[in-house]
């Protein structure tokens, strides 16, 4: 995966902002990217296949880094037993005692069982429930979207190149609205508002049928 950064949008930017600092511009583009793939779900990646462990109900994605996974695409496990997703407050109300389950032969033999939901915890954990028994294997498959982290100074190039004109558009809106700039241009900022949103609507359609170049992205399996 190769990355591209936010500053290499810098160039579209200034003519519109004249005297902005570059840390301002990238902080607005980061911003704006992160928003683009919110609202489009433009990053679509696969991550690994990989077995649960037997009363192990939480885990953390294996995610590319400076990154966080906006929402949950698509989970199976064996390939073709998919999985429900919940919110935490549904799977505290079906699995009550979930949070105090472990790993012990005990617990799994009380409160194991074939994973039926998964809920995401945060952009960096998600939770299967019931927690898996030691009955057989389950391998657990996820295509997730998405979004740089707070901390990311770009993202990968075949994604970022598609929804660009977006993270321009909310990039300018954004600054273009700045109290006290010599840029700050009301009527201009509003111009773009209506440009992000008709990209955003654009690019979301062509991810859901699969016409963006990089609308899923994978990383290889890790092998012993």
């Known amino acids: 995966m190769t990355t591209r950064t936010f500053a290499s949008l810098a160039t579209r930017i200034n003519p519109s902002v004249p005297g902005c600092s570059l840390p301002l511009i990238v902080q607005h583009i980061r911003n704006a990217a992160i928003i683009t793939c919110e609202r489009t779900l433009a990053w679509r990646y696969e991550q690994p296949a990989f077995n649960l462990t037997p009363g192990q109900h939480t885990y953390d994605y294996d995610r590319p880094v400076d990154t966080d996974v906006h929402t949950l695409l698509h989970t199976a496990l064996n390939n073709d037993e998919a999985l429900g997703p919940i919110t935490l407050d549904q799977a505290t109300e079906l699995y009550p005692g979930w949070i105090r389950a472990s790993t012990t032969a005990q617990d799994i033999a009380d409160n194991g069982g074939q994973p039926r939901y998964i809920t995401q915890l945060s952009?960096?954990?998600?939770?299967?429930?019931?927690?898996?028994?030691?009955?057989?294997?389950?391998?657990?498959?996820?295509?997730?979207?998405?979004?740089?982290?707070?901390?990311?100074?770009?993202?990968?190039?075949?994604?970022?190149?598609?929804?660009?004109?977006?993270?321009?558009?909310?990039?300018?809106?954004?600054?273009?609205?700045?109290?006290?700039?010599?840029?700050?241009?009301?009527?201009?900022?509003?111009?773009?508002?209506?440009?992000?949103?008709?990209?955003?609507?654009?690019?979301?359609?062509?991810?859901?049928?699969?016409?963006?170049?990089?609308?899923?992205?994978?990383?290889?399996?890790?092998?012993?």
């Open 123 to 224: 952009p960096a954990q998600f939770t299967v429930l019931p927690p898996p028994n030691a009955d057989r294997t389950y391998t657990l498959r996820m295509i997730y979207a998405l979004k740089p982290s707070r901390v990311a100074d770009g993202m990968d190039e075949d994604v970022q190149n598609q929804p660009e004109e977006a993270v321009v558009s909310k990039t300018l809106q954004d600054l273009l609205v700045l109290p006290g700039t010599a840029w700050a241009d009301r009527e201009l900022a509003s111009y773009h508002a209506k440009q992000f949103l008709a990209r955003v609507s654009e690019n979301r359609a062509h991810a859901n049928i699969g016409r963006m170049r990089a609308s899923l992205t994978a990383r290889a399996p890790r092998f012993a």
